[in-house]
T-cell receptor, first 112, second 115 residues
Framework: GESVGLHLPTLSVQEGDNSIINCAYSNSASDYFIWYKQESGKGPQFIIDIRSNMDKRQGQRVTVLLNKTVKHLSLQIAATQPGDSAVYFCADRGTGRRALTFGSGTRLQVQP | EPEVTQTPSHQVTQMGQEVILRCVPISNHLYFYWYRQILGQKVEFLVSFYNNEISEKSEIFDDQFSVERPDGSNFTLKIRSTKLEDSAMYFC?????????????FGEGSRLTVL
């Protein structure tokens, strides 16, 4: 079936470094992609989204890149801070759907 | 800032018992969802609800699950006869004010423990 998956389960970075979290998706018909952050014991929190007619979108300290050719999504976090430590999920939405399909998650650990 | 609220935050129940999880979505949203997350795993879609009916459901959402919007503010998930494998965090989410709006807003979750 269609799925969204992540390359790495855990990413450890030094405070101040840039972080890159990667995600592969399989549904070529997906038209919307989103990154969520989940802190321990809390619900997913929106970070940034991108539609399939774009290949890059920037937010505050975060950038999402979409490569539709290889069905790859990445989240870049600039100047990573201890508060960025969390599990990050990518999710996609197939055309005509409202619900999101989540990937497996990557744990980001920021070392002081 | 508007938020999705869920109750209870944690419920412990015996296998075979019925459980109702409650959610208050963001007030002007039109689409409502339940997701679940087994400890350490990904967030899994259960069901979406729009215009007082189920619009989509996953294979997980079998006959033991049901959803209801009993009034203008609450959205509930009922599990009729809980099993051990139903133990998980259940997240409610809402989205949409009519136009294109992809972001889902999630609540803090209800942890269900089935003994």
């Amino acid at each position: 079936g269609e799925s969204v998956g992540l390359h790495l389960p855990t990413l450890s970075v030094q405070e101040g470094d840039n972080s890159i979290i990667n995600c592969a998706y399989s549904n070529s018909a997906s038209d919307y992609f989103i990154w969520y952050k989940q802190e321990s014991g809390k619900g997913p929190q929106f970070i940034i989204d991108i539609r399939s007619n774009m290949d890059k979108r920037q937010g505050q300290r975060v950038t999402v890149l979409l490569n539709k050719t290889v069905k790859h999504l990445s989240l870049q976090i600039a100047a990573t801070q201890p508060g960025d430590s969390a599990v990050y999920f990518c999710a996609d939405r197939g055309t005509g759907r409202r619900a999101l399909t989540f990937g497996s998650g990557t744990r980001l650990q920021v070392q002081p | 800032e508007p938020e999705v609220t869920q109750t209870p935050s944690h419920q412990v129940t015996q296998m075979g018992q019925e459980v109702i999880l409650r959610c208050v979505p963001i007030s002007n949203h039109l689409y409502f969802y339940w997701y679940r997350q087994i400890l350490g795993q990904k967030v899994e879609f259960l069901v979406s609800f729009y215009n007082n009916e189920i619009s989509e459901k996953s294979e997980i959402f079998d006959d033991q699950f049901s959803v209801e919007r009993p009034d203008g503010s609450n959205f509930t998930l009922k599990i009729r006869s809980t099993k051990l494998e139903d133990s998980a965090m259940y997240f409610c989410a809402s989205s949409g004010t009519g136009g294109y709006d992809g972001e889902l807003f999630f609540g803090e979750g209800s942890r269900l423990t089935v003994l």
